[in-house]
């Protein structure tokens, strides 16, 4: 027979099992530092800190040929903030017109990488995104508490159920799923309070329409497409040959053809 009070811890780690993961809400676009302004009035007052997740990006007009300049000089700038607050996700450029980085800043550093962007040329856009992240924190440090308490009366029925090996069996494989439970959650936790700790810094570099333009030159252009050109035009003059060369042969041969039905048609008459 099974003791009653396993069949209770059964029933709440059954519970603890199918509860809901949590839930995401996003706030609508703030600069940073309205937002984090905002944030220490809530503290001053008394309210719960917010616990928010934020994502910036900025697009720059750099001039022709400073596209991958001001890439290297980001990315070393992000190597050099201290205490490994600044790590380079992601980087890529096309053909010199484009270039894009993708950071994970500390929020200390982030107007500073902010404002060495600037400096490379003419801002043309920027935006912040916050992303309340209070919620799943919270609801998921509950749950990790509720299976580490669970945890823990399960290590004790296992002292007790040593005699019962069918009961030992149970709860040594119940102690197994909520281990496996608190080592995801505790995961995930960390997970989520990183994306806390630092923010997400996207900086786009553009080059200039006008050196665009001014890249095309229009007699190089025309000499260095010559030799297609020249092979398209004799491609198309070799099929028209070839296409109209019946039609010529006929023209050639008609006027023959007609002074011999005449002949034929003078012989008759006569």
């Excluded at 509860?19 to 009035?41: H, I, M, V, Y």
């Excluded at 190597?79 to 800043?105: F, K, N, T, Y």
Aim: aromatic share 4%; with cysteine.
């Amino acid at each position: 027979m099974i003791p009653v009070r396993v069949w209770m811890l059964f029933a709440l780690a059954f519970a603890l099992s199918t509860t809901a993961c949590g839930r995401k809400a996003e706030n609508a676009a703030a600069p940073l530092q309205a937002q984090l302004a905002a944030d220490s009035a809530m503290r001053e007052a008394g309210a719960p800190e917010r616990l928010l997740s934020y994502k910036h990006h900025l697009e720059v007009e750099v001039p022709a040929g400073q596209v991958e300049v001001g890439l290297k000089a980001l990315q070393a700038a992000c190597q050099a903030v201290p205490a490994q607050g600044c790590l380079v996700m992601q980087s890529s450029q096309s053909q010199g017109l484009r270039g894009d980085i993708l950071m994970s800043v500390r929020r200390q550093a982030v107007d500073g990488l902010r404002t060495q962007a600037v400096g490379f040329g003419k801002l043309l856009s920027q935006g912040t995104r916050a992303e309340d992240l209070t919620g799943p924190i919270t609801d998921l440090a509950r749950r990790l508490a509720m299976h580490k308490a669970l945890r823990e009366d399960l290590l004790e029925l296992r002292k007790q159920s040593r005699a019962n090996i069918d009961s030992l069996m149970k709860v040594t494989e119940k102690l197994a799923e909520v281990q496996a439970s608190i080592e995801a959650g505790e995961g995930e936790l960390a997970t989520l309070r990183s994306r806390v700790a630092m923010d997400e810094l996207n900086v786009s570099l553009t080059i200039e329409p006008r050196a665009f333009v001014d890249k095309r030159h229009p007699v190089s252009d025309a000499l260095s497409s010559f030799a297609s050109n020249l092979a398209q035009g004799l491609g198309a003059l070799i099929e028209f040959l070839a296409l109209a060369a019946p039609w010529l042969v006929l023209l050639v041969l008609l006027p023959f053809v007609w002074r011999g039905l005449r002949r034929i048609w003078k012989l008759g008459r006569r």
